[in-house]
Each structure stands twice: as structure tokens, then as C-alpha cells.
């Protein structure tokens, strides 16, 4: 049976029901970083492909998409991707080196050279083979479980993009906020502008849930949030949801992730962003208080507890799911598993969360 897009009818909706704050008959569960380097058979498809052509290969993305789901009982495929697309659909050269990560050979230094980007307007049309993923994939996936497509957050983007790769202070970047605030505004306006139609454009091509990663919101603080962020966070799920329903496509969940940003939980509560995800360091009560009744929220099982013994993981679960109920919550890490972590851990943490909270 297929649905009215021609997809295979969704079997299992537990998390699209949760992020809605519907009654579920047990939590759903997904992890973040499910897909990729702790897994052996990832880890031979890598050995033959550079990172980057494998997001290109619509095939091969679809397949290291689905491995994780052929070992688990997951309520979610994430699309195998990077949030640093959209610089290279911007124009810019991103290399990902093995045991480096991802390296900008040519990272912005000073605000002329945002003349060098591309227009917001024509990336789309360089990241088709995301699209062709998503949509191979949601067939493939047989309604089992949901496709979740996703972006970075325009902060998080921009800080990719001036420091050229990961960093522990991001003082490149948080230079430009202070020395050159309109230029930052000029970027940020252009990253939010590219990704606000990379993802309506990824929920045509079929995903069912958008999650924006913030993930580097730890480095701005309050006031450096609220005018950095926050703004364009807001025109994201906004400006999405209205061109998903210009197109005529049902309304669907979005999930905020603020990586480190637990002081933005109760402003963030205020957008229309159905799910916002915590990560370890925050109490699921305090969560609880600061964003209100009526928002899901996700998380956040310290991603290193995957390194205790079954049993310990398996107390940590039981613990987390008495913390957030089983009501309005979406299970997962408080952030994204690392590659030395053991499968067979993985399998632990999500089945407990659905023996511990089944209703
Ligand atoms: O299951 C999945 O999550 C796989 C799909 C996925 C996603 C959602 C990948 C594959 N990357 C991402 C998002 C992503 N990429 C984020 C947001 C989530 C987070 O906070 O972790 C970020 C910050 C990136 C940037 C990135 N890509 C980094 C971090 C760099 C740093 O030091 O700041 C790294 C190491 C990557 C590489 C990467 N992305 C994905 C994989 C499987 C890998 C490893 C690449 C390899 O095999 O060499």
C-alpha cells in the first residue's frame, strides 16, 4: 500500500506521534551519529570511497542509511549527509580527511569574501543528490521508520565557513560577531536563505521530520545567541513550514538541537519548533520547566555512558525515561555517538527505551 505521494504507507509513526504530543504505545528512540564509524560494515564502504562522493552516490547513501536500522529496533533513519553541504553548494572547497575531519582549504578570512560566495538561491540545484537519496531512501525504508532530513544552524554553518574546521574556541568566527557584526548578519542571512529551501526541498524529495543542528551554540552565550542566532533560527522554521504548505505537503515536525545552549531553552520554546533537543549536561526537569507542557523534548543520555558495561546502560535508561516520561518525549544521546563505541551497546540503550516504556 502506498501513501498519497506514492511512498510506502508509514507502519510505524511512534516518533512523528511524539513530536506531535499524541499518545504512543512506547517512546521512540534514534541516536545521533546512528550511521556511521563504529560500524564495521560503514567502515568498508569508507575504506573505498571518499566522504563526500559517498553522499553523492544516492545509492550508497541510501544503503550506510539503512545499516544501522538492519541492527536495531530504530524508530528513525537519519539521510547519510553533512551539514557542511551547504558551504560547498555555497561555493566553497570542504575536505574531509580521515582522523582530521573537515577541512576548509580556503575558509572566509574578511567580510569581502562573502562576494565570493554563490547566490542562497542556486543551491538547490547543486545538492540534487541529496534529494535522489532521501527519496530512494524513504522508499526503501518501507515505512518502518521515519526519514529525518537535516541541516546546521546558520551559526553553526558560519563558524565552519571562517574557521575552516573544528575548533575549541571558535574565536575566528566569534571575532567576526564582534568586529564585523553587519557582515556577520550578511552571512548568516545567506546560509539561512540557502537552507530554509535545502529543506523544504528535502521534505518534497520525502523526509518526515527536519532537524536544525545548532550544535556549536555552547560558544555564544545568551546575548550573543539572541542576536545571532535566534533570529535566523526563527525564520528557518518558519519560512519552512510555510513552503511546505505552499506546496501542498502536510505540516511536519522540526527538531532544534542547541548543542551546549542551555541558556536559549526557554526562547527556543517560543518558535514553532515542535521537538528541541537537549544535550547531557542539562536536568530533563529543568528542561521540562524552562520549554513548557507543550513541546517534545529529546535526549540525552550521555553519549560516553555507551562505554559502561550492558547493564549499566541499561539502569541509565530506565533513570532517563523516569526523568522525562513517557509523554512528549523522543529518546537519544545528548549527543552523537563516537567511533569507538561498540554496536552491541547501541542495541542495549535502544531497547530498554522501549522495554522501560512501554504503555
Ligand atoms: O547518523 C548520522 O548522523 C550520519 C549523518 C551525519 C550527520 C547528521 C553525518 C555524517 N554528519 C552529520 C551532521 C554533522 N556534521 C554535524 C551536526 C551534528 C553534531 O554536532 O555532531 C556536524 C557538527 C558536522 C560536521 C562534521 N562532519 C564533523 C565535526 C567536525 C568538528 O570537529 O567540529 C565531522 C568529524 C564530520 C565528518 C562526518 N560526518 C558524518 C560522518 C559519518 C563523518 C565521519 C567522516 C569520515 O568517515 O571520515
Not at 560503514?42 to 550506510?64: G, N, S, V, Y
Amino acid at each position: 500500500m502506498a501513501d498519497q505521494n506514492g511512498f510506502p504507507a508509514l507502519k510505524n509513526d511512534r516518533l512523528l506521534r511524539a513530536a506531535r504530543g499524541e499518545v504512543v504505545d512506547q517512546v521512540p528512540v534514534w541516536v545521533m551519529r546512528q550511521a556511521g564509524r563504529y560500524l564495521p560494515e560503514f567502515r568498508e564502504e569508507r575504506a573505498k570511497c571518499d566522504f563526500f562522493t559517498m553522499c553523492q552516490t544516492p545509492a550508497l547513501a541510501c544503503k550506510i542509511t539503512l545499516q544501522p536500522l538492519d541492527r536495531f529496533a530504530l524508530d528513525a533513519a537519519i539521510i547519510f549527509s553533512d551539514i557542511l553541504v551547504i558551504p560547498q553548494a555555497l561555493g566553497m572547497q570542504v575536505e574531509m580527511r580521515p582522523g582530521e575531519g573537515p577541512v576548509f582549504p580556503s575558509p572566509l578570512s574578511v567580510p569581502d569574501d562573502l562576494a565570493k560566495l554563490a547566490s542562497p538561491g542556486d543551491v538547490c540545484s547543486k545538492l540534487q543528490y541529496v534529494f535522489d537519496a532521501l527519496t530512494l531512501t524513504r522508499k526503501e525504508l518501507q515505512g518502518k521508520a521515519v526519514l529525518i532530513g537535516f541541516s546546521g544552524a546558520p551559526w553553526t554553518i558560519m563558524a565552519y565557513m571562517i574557521e575552516g574546521k573544528g575548533s575549541k574556541t571558535m574565536s575566528n568566527a566569534k571575532r567576526w560577531l564582534y568586529r564585523y557584526p553587519e557582515a556577520s548578519h550578511k552571512l548568516l542571512k545567506i546560509i539561512t536563505d540557502a537552507t530554509v529551501s535545502y529543506l523544504v526541498a528535502q521534505v518534497k524529495a520525502g523526509a518526515q521530520v527536519l532537524q536544525v543542528f545548532e550544535s556549536h551554540a555552547e560558544h555564544l552565550g545568551p546575548y550573543l545567541f539572541q542576536e545571532f542566532a535566534l533570529p535566523y533560527l526563527k525564520q528557518i522554521c518558519d519560512e519552512v513550514k510555510e513552503g511546505v504548505i505552499k506546496l501542498g505537503l502536510p505540516d511536519i515536525p522540526m527538531i532544534v538541537f542547541p548543542k551546549g545552549g542551555h541558556y536559549a531553552l526557554k526562547d527556543l520554546a517560543a518558535l514553532k519548533y515542535e521537538v528541541i533537543g537537549i544535550d547531557w549536561t542539562v536536568d530533563p526537569f529543568l528542561a521540562r520547566q524552562l520549554v513548557g507542557p507543550n513541546k517534545t523534548l529529546q535526549g540525552n543520555l550521555d553519549p560516553c555512558a555507551l562505554y559502561a558495561d550492558e547493564e549499566y546502560i541499561d539502569k541509565a535508561v530506565k533513570e532517563m525515561l523516569s526523568k522525562f516520561g513517557v509523554d512528549r518525549y523522543i529518546a537519544n544521546l545528548g549527543h552523537g555517538m563516537y567511533p569507538d563505541m561498540e554496536p552491541q551497546h547501541v542495541s542495549t540503550f535502544i531497547n530498554a527505551v522501549h522495554k522501560y516504556s512501554k504503555t
